[in-house]
């Protein structure tokens, strides 16, 4: 089938396809693929307007998940800080604990 580039390029197909006589089966199918291209790029087109919108938020989002992970990391920091003085000093670090039988 050749490739439609103009939508002055659907006006004789479709009337092409009635000259035909098509059968219902092949009028609907061509009618849903119509209606999914049109949503297609109705949905695209309301994300390209939307997005300066959203992409700010995710911006935001994804600078608070980042300062989570290093305060984590840095908390994580202190208590190997904090084992490895109390080893230092004699004491028994909770990872190295032996149990008792």
Known sequence: MPKMET????IPLAKEMMAQKPKGKMIKIYVLGSVLAFFG???R???TVCSP???NRW???DEVAQAA???ESRRREVLLEKSKQQEALGGRSLSHRQHAS
Do not use: N
């Open 45 to 47: 087109l309301m994300e």
């Open 41 to 43: 790029v109705m949905i």
């Open 7 to 10: 939508v002055q390029e659907l």
């Open 59 to 61: 911006l935001q989002e």
């Open 53 to 55: 919108f959203c992409s």
């Open 69 to 71: 992970r290093i305060q």
